[in-house]
Nanobody, 115 residues
Framework: VQLQASGGGSVQPGGSLRLSCAASENIINIDDMAWHRQAPGKRRELVALITRRDRTNYADFVKGRFTISRDTAKGTVYLQMSSLEPEDTAVYYC??????????WGQGTQVTVSS
C-alpha cells in the first residue's frame, strides 16, 4: 500500500492550507488514518488521528486550528489547517493502519509558515 500526500506549500502566519493523502490500494481494510509532522532537529510527532468510525484525536498544539477528516470509501485523509503559526513549519506525513497488512507512511509534504 502506498500513500500519496499533497497540498503542502508556503503560507504567511494566520493562513490556511489543506493537505490530502490517498491510499493506492487495500482501501477496504484501512482502519486508523493520521497525520504526523517532523520539524528540523525534532522528533516526528502525532498531529491528528481519525478512526474508521470517524473518532478524532488531536495534539494539544493544534486543537481548534486543525481539522482531520476522511473519505473512507476513497481511502483518503485530509488535514485542514487554519491559523497557521511559524511553529507549524515541518514536513507532514500521512499514516494508515491497514488490517491484515500493517502500517503505511506517505512520502511527506513540506509546510512552511513564514512572513
Amino acid at each position: 500500500v502506498q500513500l500519496q500526500a499533497s497540498g503542502g506549500g508556503s503560507v504567511q502566519p494566520g493562513g490556511s492550507l489543506r493537505l490530502s493523502c490517498a491510499a493506492s490500494e487495500n482501501i477496504i481494510n484501512i482502519d486508523d488514518m493520521a497525520w504526523h509532522r517532523q520539524a528540523p532537529g525534532k522528533r516526528r510527532e502525532l498531529v491528528a488521528l481519525i478512526t474508521r468510525r470517524d473518532r478524532t484525536n488531536y495534539a494539544d498544539f493544534v486543537k481548534g486550528r486543525f481539522t482531520i477528516s476522511r473519505d473512507t470509501a476513497k481511502g483518503t485523509v485530509y488535514l485542514q489547517m487554519s491559523s497557521l503559526e511559524p511553529e507549524d513549519t515541518a514536513v507532514y506525513y500521512c499514516f494508515a493502519r491497514i488490517r491484515y497488512w500493517g502500517e503505511a507512511w506517505g512520502q511527506g509534504t513540506q509546510v512552511t509558515v513564514s512572513s
